[in-house]
C-alpha cells in the first residue's frame, strides 16, 4: 500500500516539476522525456530498488535554470512540493468523508489515509532547505547560497538523511496524527 502511495506521488512531483519549468520557458525536462508518469523514467531503477529494500526513494528532473527567470525558477521548485500538498489536501477531505459516512471497504480508507501521510511527509522534507532538495533551490532564490562550500553541502545531506532516519517514526506519527485530525473534530475519534 506505502508503495503504490509513495511511486505515484514522486512521480507526479517530478512531472510537476517537469511541466512547470516548460511553462516558464525551460524544455530541457521535456526534451529528456520527463513529461511522463513513468516511474523508471522520474525516479530510475535505482531509486525504486532501494525504496522497496530500504524505504528510500528520490527522484529528478533536468532543469537547465539560465532558462528561466528568477520567478521560473521559484515556481519549478514549488511546482513539485506543491503536488504532493494537493494530494494531502485532498486526502484530508476524502479521509474522514470515507471513514464516517460511506461504507467504503476498509483497504480503500487505508489507502486514502497513508496517501495523506506519505504527501504530507514528502511536502515536508523537500521543503526543507538543505541541498538537493526543493527548498534549498527556493531559498537559494532569495539567498546568495553560492558561496556554500562542498563540504557544507556533504555535511548537510549526511546530516539530513541521519536526522530523517532518526525521526522517521516520529514523523510518521505526526502525519498520521494529522490525518486523524477531521475524524477527531468531526466527534467520530475516541
Given at each position: 500500500m506505502v508503495t503504490l502511495a509513495v511511486i505515484p506521488a514522486i512521480c507526479l512531483h517530478e512531472y510537476f516539476h517537469a511541466q512547470v519549468a516548460l511553462w516558464c520557458g525551460d524544455p530541457t525536462a521535456a526534451m529528456r522525456g520527463h513529461l511522463t508518469l513513468n516511474p523508471l523514467k522520474q525516479m530510475g531503477i535505482i531509486s525504486i530498488i532501494m525504496f522497496l529494500f530500504i524505504g528510500i526513494a528520490w527522484g529528478g528532473v533536468p532543469v537547465n535554470p539560465y532558462n528561466l527567470t528568477k520567478r521560473g525558477r521559484i515556481l519549478t521548485a514549488l511546482a513539485g512540493p506543491l503536488m504532493n500538498f494537493v494530494l494531502f489536501v485532498l486526502a484530508i477531505l476524502i479521509y474522514p468523508l470515507l471513514a464516517l459516512f460511506t461504507p467504503a471497504p476498509p483497504l480503500l480508507i487505508s489507502y486514502v489515509f497513508v496517501i495523506g501521510v506519505y504527501n504530507l511527509i514528502l511536502f515536508i522534507f523537500n521543503m526543507l532547505p538543505v541541498p538537493g532538495l526543493?527548498?534549498?533551490?527556493?531559498?537559494?532564490?532569495?539567498?546568495?547560497?553560492?558561496?556554500?562550500?562542498?563540504?557544507?553541502?556533504?555535511?548537510?545531506?549526511?546530516?539530513?538523511?541521519?536526522?530523517?532516519?532518526?525521526?522517521?517514526?516520529?514523523?510518521?506519527?505526526?502525519?498520521?496524527?494529522?490525518?486523524?485530525?477531521?475524524?477527531?473534530?468531526?466527534?467520530?475519534?475516541?
Open positions: 526543493d527548498g534549498w533551490n527556493i531559498l537559494s532564490q532569495f539567498v546568495d547560497l553560492r558561496k556554500t562550500g562542498s563540504e557544507i553541502f556533504k555535511g548537510a545531506m549526511v546530516l539530513l538523511i541521519f536526522g530523517m532516519l532518526m525521526l522517521y517514526p516520529y514523523i510518521t506519527k505526526f502525519a498520521g496524527r494529522v490525518m486523524e485530525l477531521p475524524i477527531l473534530l468531526l466527534g467520530g475519534g475516541k
